[in-house]
């Protein structure tokens, strides 16, 4: 999925602010760097007057920060001025090296929407960005909730609104959670979503994959260490539970955690205690804790991969996000909006899919879900070549090697033969082999119905005989 959009001005002669600031904002957002020169007043306000109004619509940012001259505060009116002009509904975050309590109420009476002093830390910059990329996409087309979590959960099929009209009840309580589901289902987004519409919005959302930390790093990455904890540690490290102190810490590929790594975190989870490398004392932390898994951890805890201890501590509520392919409904939907989001990202004019473009991307199994979606139809922009997006602009991944053995009919005609069977047996054992009310669910006629039993040579008094 696509991180939110943020947008650096940098009208700061010097690059320490706007390094120091990038540092801090690059792995968590997609950022834009606009750097103008710093000449006379004159000429550098003319030069945002002229040029920035483009550039802002071609970023299309949730949110700016316009980092501003340190110094005389004269000028902050006319840039803000020049900046809000272009952009009147985007959150402006003023960033400054030093400023005297007049110069901020000037910056907020002027239209930034908060600011930032020198030393930057982690702890003051992302919760102000979260907070104003979240009010900037209230209400924007097509979200289904009232937050930024909410917007990138786009779907119409019972199996998803099931999960997703839970967060708001999840979000009230500070229970952990543990969600399950395929690669790319979007266990992340949930967990964004259900952080920003806590209590907890306000403070830090730390997305922590463990599958990626090596084994002998996983203690000091979730705990930190003190100065001289060990040969390297020159310098005092916070860990993540730390920066993540007041609010939610997400746990992404769970299973992946070392056995000696998941105790220190069980502790910590019963306790709310943890003590850093080579530190003599304990310290304590006020977070929700959201974990992930891809596996099913049920198993996993019966071949001693997760602690049965800590995988109940973490399954106080749990979400079971759907794959793609028990969700089909949506699959049209998401299509045309992962179209509209690369169509204006590429500056590409595609007003939409083609017929049988939408019937392959409808009868494809899609084992990389959401995700995999979402790079194919990216892919496919980047493709084309006219208005309507084709068939022959779609490559999935899948299909390269059969490609090889049957045609592009013959590999449809398998596709959607394989997913009718399927939906045909599903539908079936819904209905206890109750043939009329099957092809009711189905609204095809009896006998349509049953010549599709017969061609897909399913037996029916198998799920008869299951139901009683």
Same mark, same amino acid.
């Given at each position: 999925?696509?991180? &939110? $959009?943020?947008?650096?001005?940098?009208?700061?002669?010097?690059?320490?602010?706007?390094?120091?600031? $990038?540092?801090?904002?690059? @792995?968590? /957002?997609?950022?834009?760097?606009?750097?103008?020169?710093?000449?006379?007043? =004159?000429?550098?306000?003319?030069?945002?007057?002229?040029n920035l109004g483009h550039q802002i619509k071609r970023f299309d940012p949730s949110v700016i920060f316009l980092v501003l001259p340190s110094g005389s505060a004269s000028n902050d009116r006319r840039l803000l001025e020049s900046v809000r002009n272009e952009a009147l509904q985007t959150p402006v975050i003023a960033t400054v090296e030093a400023c005297e309590p007049e110069r901020v109420f000037e910056l907020l009476k002027f239209g930034a929407s908060d600011f930032i002093t020198w030393p930057f830390m982690d702890s003051d910059v992302l919760p102000r960005a979260w907070k104003f990329i979240q009010i900037s996409d209230i209400g924007s087309p097509g979200t289904l909730g009232p937050n930024l979590g909410f917007k990138k959960l786009i779907g119409e099929s019972p199996s998803f609104l099931t999960q997703l009209q839970r967060i708001p009840l999840i979000a009230k309580c500070d229970a952990n959670v543990l969600i399950a589901g395929e690669t790319g289902t979007g266990k992340e987004l949930y967990a964004r979503a259900i952080h920003y519409s806590s209590p907890r919005a306000g403070r830090p959302f730390m997305p922590v994959n463990c599958g990626a930390i090596p084994a002998e790093l996983v203690e000091n990455e979730l705990f930190g260490h003190e100065r001289g904890a060990f040969t390297s540690a020159s310098t005092l490290q916070t860990g993540l539970i730390e920066e993540a102190n007041? =609010?939610?810490?997400?746990?992404?590929?769970?299973?992946?955690? @070392?056995? /000696?790594?998941?105790?220190?975190?069980?502790?910590?989870?019963?306790?709310?205690?943890?003590? &850093?490398? =080579?530190?003599?004392?304990? $310290?304590?932390?006020n977070l929700r804790i959201i974990a992930a898994s891809n596996l099913d951890l049920e198993e996993a805890v019966g071949n001693g991969k997760v602690r049965q201890d800590l995988f109940y501590r973490l399954n106080i509520i749990s979400l079971i996000l759907p794959p793609l392919r028990e969700r089909r409904e949506d699959i049209a939907l998401l299509a045309r909006h992962f179209l509209a989001e690369y169509s204006n990202e590429l500056d590409k004019e595609i007003s939409g899919l083609s017929r049988e473009a939408l019937d392959l991307l409808m009868v494809y199994s899609w084992p990389g879900n959401v995700r995999e979606l979402e790079h194919a139809i990216e892919r496919a922009v980047v493709l084309c070549e006219g208005s309507i997006l084709q068939l022959d602009d779609l490559v999935l991944s899948s299909s390269v090697n059969s490609v090889r053995q049957e045609s592009l009919q013959e590999?449809?005609?398998?596709?959607?033969? $394989? /997913?009718?069977?399927?939906?045909?047996?599903?539908?079936?054992?819904?209905?206890e082999g109750n043939i009329t009310r099957a092809a009711q669910v189905a609204r095809k006629n009896r006998r349509a119905f049953w010549q599709l039993i017969q061609k897909h040579q399913i037996d029916v008094a198998r799920f008869k005989s299951s139901a009683r």
């Open positions: 999925m696509r991180l &939110p $959009r943020v947008l650096m001005l940098d009208v700061n002669s010097k690059s320490t602010l706007s390094n120091a600031l $990038r540092g801090i904002l690059e @792995p968590h /957002f997609q950022l834009d760097l606009i750097r103008e020169a710093r000449r006379s007043v =004159g000429s550098e306000i003319s030069i945002l007057s002229r007041g =609010g939610t810490l997400f746990l992404d590929e769970i299973d992946c955690l @070392p056995v /000696f790594a998941q105790v220190k975190l069980l502790r910590f989870l019963q306790e709310k205690e943890y003590r &850093p490398l =080579g530190s003599a004392k304990t $310290r304590r932390a590999a449809k005609a398998r596709e959607i033969a $394989r /997913f009718e069977r399927n939906y045909i047996q599903c539908l079936l054992s819904a209905c």
